[in-house]
């Protein structure tokens, strides 16, 4: 008998036991997903994809947890009924609580009058219980939870803000930060407060990321500085999910941030370049077929050319012919003339054509920042505050 490696990873672990002393398949039966803090993997758990899995991991619960505790990396096995259905929901993971729920009693139906209860059937030896078939949903909802998870957490990750870019969205989303009439950017914590002098041109970079904005002055000129709908879902991605700030100097956080990923702002920009492109294309198309009338032209007029200036002895290339020429029946014998070239010398001179421009291209348009409302839903507490600082 071959006898395995110890295993290197908890991954490992819990597939080797699901899969050789279960017979479940890796994939089709269960994944194995982990939960990640800050780029560190906090625990491993398992995802079932279907009831036979869940019957099976419920029946085999304390197996489970026996044999990864005789290995490196245990694991505790949930199970939960949820209602009166008899069907189980497990949970294997090397972190977290165990729960053990009792399964529901089985609902009893009186034998009817009509009918005798005849004596239950005998099962086969050795034959498995037939497990519960689940919903088609359960499953997909969990993995569907697990993406929108992974999908939130690339969403704070791809934020790049430095500590002092969060600090900044978290006190615009608190109500706190202020232009005052003479430019000056000032967070005040509390009302009445002469506040803290910030850098100004810091607030560039998250203006431009549509994160926030800066209000019409008031009355006294105050300007507040107010988190638009993009900013007050990245402040939320970036405390739940707390990525790593990028470190960087005066010089790099001056510089462009990226946009909030699937957010309003990247939405537009989504929007405007698909405009951008449909323009393009029909001027391309338009500039093409000005191109090919003007080959067409040419192709025509190179003939009629050619015996204008067989005619009238010019050597030049680059003179053009005048239009509405023809040549005399004389000029059409001694220099014998080609009979449809001058049949379409003549024709020109009745309908003259000019040769056809071709339009020039024009430059891409970049985009034009829009204008974002501020975004309403903050608390109750810091709308006051702003009321009273306005």
């Known amino acids: 008998m071959t006898t395995l490696p110890p295993p290197k990873s908890p991954t490992v672990a819990i597939a080797r036991i699901l899969r050789g002393r279960l017979g479940l398949t890796q994939g089709r039966d269960f994944r194995v997903r982990g939960e990640y803090s800050n780029g560190e993997r906090l625990h491993s758990y398992v995802v079932t994809l279907n009831g036979v899995a869940d019957a099976t991991i419920a029946r085999h619960a304390d197996d489970i947890e026996r044999w990864s505790n005789e290995g490196p990396f245990p694991f505790r096995v949930s199970v939960r009924y949820h209602g009166s259905s008899p069907r189980p929901h497990t949970d294997i993971a090397n972190g977290g609580p165990r729960v ?3 399964p ?3 609902p009893t139906e009186a034998p009817t009058p009509t009918e005798p209860a005849g004596p239950a ?5 050795g034959a498995p219980a037939a497990p519960d078939i689940p919903s088609p949903t359960t499953a997909s909802d969990a993995l569907a939870q697990a993406r929108e998870r992974a999908r939130q957490k690339r969403r704070a990750l791809a934020l ?6 969060a600090e900044l969205v978290a006190a615009a989303g608190a109500a706190q930060l202020h232009v005052d009439p003479d430019g000056e950017l000032r967070q005040r914590a509390r009302p009445g407060l002469g506040g803290q002098r910030l850098a100004a ?3 560039r970079p998250l203006v431009e ?3 926030i904005i800066v209000g019409n002055p008031d009355a006294l000129g105050v300007q507040r500085v107010q988190v638009t709908a993009d900013g007050r879902t990245a402040l939320a991605l970036w405390r739940r999910w707390r990525p790593t700030p990028v470190v960087k100097d005066r010089r790099r956080e001056l510089g462009r941030l990226p946009v909030l990923m699937g957010g309003e702002y990247a939405q537009w920009i989504s929007r405007m370049t698909a405009q951008e492109d449909r323009r393009r294309k029909a001027e391309r198309e338009h500039f093409d077929a000005a191109l090919a ?3 067409a032209w040419y192709a025509r007029e190179t003939p009629l050319r050619a015996a204008w200036a067989a005619v009238n002895k010019i ?3 680059i003179v053009r012919r005048p239009l509405g020429w023809t040549p005399t029946p004389d000029e059409v014998t001694q220099h014998e003339l080609d009979p449809a070239v001058v049949e379409e010398l003549r024709a020109d001179a009745i309908c003259p054509q000019e040769c056809p421009t071709v339009p020039r291209s024009q430059p891409l348009r970049p985009l034009q920042l829009p204008r974002f409302d501020p975004d309403t839903n903050e608390p109750e507490q810091m709308a006051l505050f702003g009321a009273l600082v306005a």
């Open 100 to 102: 053990r729920d009792t």
């Open 160 to 165: 790049e803000w430095s500590a002092g870019q």
């Open 201 to 203: 041109p810091r607030l």
């Open 209 to 211: 990321a549509g994160l």
């Open 315 to 317: 050597l030049n290339p």
């Open 104 to 106: 529901p009693d089985p």
């Open 121 to 125: 059937p005998v099962e086969a030896p």
């Open 293 to 295: 009338a003007q080959h």
